[in-house]
């Protein structure tokens, strides 16, 4: 599904199961891909998946769903087995982000939803098991779990194993659980088991919220870079 809009789009009682987006380019969006506008989703299920860029230098984000400048709302939705691949061998250039999430600028508010057993995979830079909010994206997660995600790279980072901000991202999470997510060893930087904040002006905000049994070379639970990335923990357990 591919939204281009300025308006609402609503999907609820739904399921997304099996779709693929691919290209030699850049690959967006496994099952949704939205620009702009308002994409409110509920009581909705995506399983398995996959956005995946085939060629070289190629790039990968979001296995289930991305958004670029949009405001996404979900409520009661479970995401498990999104892949993210973008893994030609020497590509030095390629990204892959967001196994589940990826956010390019814009907002989301996720509730009561689950984000579990997804995949990235890149040849250069990987990011975020569950999700990833680049360039300004603000997101909030409250009453959820990100669990069983794994992130890794060959050569130069890996970072977030259930979310990586980066380039000014912010990400809220309140009253959830971060567990068993695992960023995986061989690229030079291999950071962030549960959250990973990296890159200028970039923050998170853990309230009430649990990381456990999350893995990571630097960083088990979080990770975060020097500089004038932020990070705030509140009643939270790591």
């Known amino acids: 599904l591919y939204v281009d809009t300025v308006t609402t789009t609503t999907i609820a009682g739904s399921s997304f199961t099996d779709n693929l987006a691919t290209v ?18 509920s009581d909705t299920s995506f399983t398995n998946n996959r956005a995946e860029a085939t060629g070289a230098g190629g790039s990968a984000y979001g296995g289930a769903l991305y958004g670029r400048d949009a405001a996404i709302t979900i409520d009661a939705v479970g995401f498990d087995g999104s892949t993210v691949l973008a893994s030609y061998s020497g590509a030095t250039g390629s990204r892959a982000g967001g196994g589940a999430i990826s956010l390019q600028g814009g907002s989301l508010e996720l509730t009561n939803a689950t984000i579990e057993n997804g995949t990235v995979t890149a040849y250069s830079y990987a990011s975020g098991g569950g999700i990833v909010a680049i360039d300004g994206a603000a997101a909030t997660i409250l009453f959820s779990e990100i669990r069983d995600n794994t992130v890794g790279a060959t050569t ?71 500089g004038s990335a932020n990070a705030s923990l509140t009643h939270s357990t790591v």
Do not use: K, M, P
């Open 156 to 226: 130069t980072r890996s970072h977030g194993g259930a979310i990586a901000v980066d380039t000014a991202g912010e990400v809220t999470v309140a009253s959830s659980t971060l567990e068993g997510n695992t960023v995986t060893s061989g690229a030079t930087f291999a950071t962030g088991g549960a959250v990973s904040v990296i890159g200028s002006l970039s923050g998170s905000t853990l309230v009430n919220t649990t990381l456990y049994g999350n893995t990571a070379e630097t960083g088990g639970g979080l990770y975060l870079q020097s």
């Open 24 to 41: 030699s380019g850049t690959a967006r969006g496994g099952a949704i891909r939205t620009q702009h506008g308002a994409l409110d989703i």
